[in-house]
């Protein structure tokens, strides 16, 4: 099925961005002051302190369960379509699998960052349409389950108005709770499905429309998608789909996705330690520096900055690199100090770059991408055994 629809002319045209968006904060913002209006203002249902406070105190709930609804909404679609479940996370809740089983941990909240991710993986062998039509669904479950979440919500509640404003003050609490999650859950349906793209990161309405409309621009994305999710849930570099990111690369379209599949054969071949072809990779990765949000250039400048001093022969290059690097919510601290660990070894400062690989070692628990972070962590080992090495030989002389 193919859509004639062009996700980058909607999201160049801004007007067709306002609208809807001017739309949706003008009915929330008329109910929203209707609500403030009843609720806090006028003294009809004479309500106690308390029970008005609660609202307030409930605020964040009613912030996270649309967040929380959503990611199960994706899961549940991809679930439905034989998608393996991999993790599930919302604020500092995290769910993940490990063999067979589903376990739990508590990780460091990152107001700045995704305050909710899915990640399930595809099956192998499917054709570039199955791929590209299945990864289209599994984008829609997370609009769909919010617009479900405010419809079990807020329908009831509309229905049932003067009902509910003569209602308990606990119920009627309660349903202002239901009133504000509804309207929640609603403004996140509407803002996901406004198609919009902005750095190779889409709206989940920009993905379905972008993929039901199929070619190699909805291919690249699917298959950057699927790795990203393997990597993401742990699965090494070497494990990785070789085959299905050299392919993508080879894609005859200009887009940025090819630019973060090279990312990942980088991680690939160095982790083999075939060096001229991780730079290769690398450098093709650095080309879209320009095209990659402004929040996620440190990641790029970095690695050059790490290759360079481990692998080339201009110190000052390197250091030039790691300047340009600008900390980000979504750059994860051990990849600033395995980058710093390289400089200061190429410098021969061997007692510093054990410390720092070992700082970096230990913060790779925190790193979003736990595949990835295999390959870290021989790295930060490989440094530290140079290291190690050039202090020894410096006793012997």
């Known amino acids: 099925m193919n859509l004639p629809f062009n996700v980058l002319a909607v999201a160049k045209n801004k007007l067709l961005l306002l609208v809807p968006m001017l739309l949706c904060g003008g009915v929330c913002g008329f109910l929203g002051a209707r609500f403030i209006d009843e609720f806090f203002i006028s003294g009809d ?28 909404g994706h899961v549940w679609a991809g679930l439905l379509q034989g998608f393996e479940f991999k993790s599930y996370t919302v604020a500092s809740f995290h769910f993940y699998k490990e063999g ?29 349409e199955e791929l590209t039509k299945r990864f289209a669904l599994y984008a829609l479950g997370g609009p769909l389950s919010n617009l479900l979440l405010a419809g079990v919500l807020l329908v009831p509640y509309f229905l049932q108005w003067h009902a509910v404003t003569k209602a308990t003050p606990a119920a009627y609490t309660l349903a202002c709770f239901a009133l504000i999650t509804g309207l929640i859950s609603l403004l996140f349906f509407l803002l996901n499905m406004i198609p919009s793209k902005s750095g190779g990161f889409y709206t989940d309405g920009a993905r379905v429309f972008n993929m039901l409309r199929g070619g190699d621009e909805a291919f690249l994305d699917s298959a950057i998608l699927s790795v990203m999710a393997a990597s993401m849930g742990g699965t090494p570099p070497e494990e990785l789909d070789e085959k299905l990111l050299i392919e993508a690369v080879s894609m005859p379209v ?5 630019n973060y599949c090279h990312a990942y054969l980088y991680t690939i071949k160095l982790q083999r330690q075939q060096v001229e072809q991780a730079r290769y990779h690398l450098n093709k990765y650095a080309e879209a ?4 949000p402004a929040i996620g ?9 790490f290759f360079e001093a481990m692998y080339g022969a201009d110190l000052a290059l390197a250091k030039e690199h790691y300047a340009k690097a600008t900390p ?19 410098e021969n400062k061997s007692t510093e770059a054990i410390s720092l690989a070992e700082q970096a070692q230990q913060q790779l628990r ?22 190690q090495g050039k202090a020894a030989n410096v006793l012997v002389a």
């Open 45 to 72: 249902l004479a309500l106690p302190l308390h029970y008005k406070l609660s609202v307030i105190l409930w605020l964040p709930l009613a912030f996270l369960l649309p967040i929380a609804i959503h990611e199960l």
């Open 100 to 128: 067979v089983e589903v376990r739990f941990k508590l990780v460091k909240l990152n107001l700045k960052g995704f305050l909710g991710l899915a990640l399930c993986l595809p099956p192998g062998g499917l054709t570039k």
């Open 254 to 258: 200009d887009s940025i996705f090819k």
């Open 289 to 292: 520096i320009a095209s990659i």
């Open 297 to 305: 250039q440190g990641s790029v400048w970095l690695e050059l900055a």
């Open 328 to 346: 980000s919510p979504f750059i994860s601290k051990d990849i600033f100090l395995r980058a710093e660990a390289a400089i200061v070894l190429k």
């Open 366 to 387: 925190n790193n979003m991408d736990q595949g990835a972070a295999k390959a870290y962590k021989a790295w930060l080992s490989q440094i530290i055994l140079e290291a």
